[in-house]
Nanobody, 115 residues
Framework: QVRLVESGGGLVQAGGSLRLSCVVS????????MGWYRQAPGKQRELVAA???????NYLDSVKGRFTISRDNAKNTVYLQMNSLKVEDTADYYC?????????WGQGTQVTVSS
């Protein structure tokens, strides 16, 4: 059974930092690409950052230079370091992977950035 468990969300002031973690089980983590998505109230879910099995990364334009995605294959964990947070980064954040032609999601972790 595929399982993704996010943690690290919380309330932070604008300009602050948070690091999200997502522990993955049930799949061969090291060969899978991983993504972090977010969904703000009333908005569609959007891809924030992704990392391939070879550690190639890509980012949503609005987070480039502020967010960093990384992975630790020994810990089956993907991270999202978020610096210089803005009010508009407020959302529920989800990690995602694809396995056997299906998208797999965690339960999400809430990030709230106050002004």
């Amino acid at each position: 059974q595929v399982r993704l468990v996010e943690s690290g969300g919380g309330l932070v002031q604008a300009g602050g930092s948070l690091r999200l973690s997502c522990v993955v089980s049930g799949i061969p983590f090291r060969i899978r690409g991983m993504g972090w998505y977010r969904q703000a109230p009333g908005k569609q879910r959007e891809l924030v950052a992704a990392i391939s099995s070879g550690e190639t990364t890509n980012y949503l334009d609005s987070v480039k230079g502020r967010f960093t995605i990384s992975r630790d294959n020994a810990k089956n964990t993907v991270y999202l370091q978020m610096n210089s947070l803005k009010v508009e980064d407020t959302a529920d954040y989800y990690c995602q992977t694809r396995w056997r032609a299906e998208d797999c999601w965690g339960q999400g972790t809430q990030v709230t950035v106050s002004s």
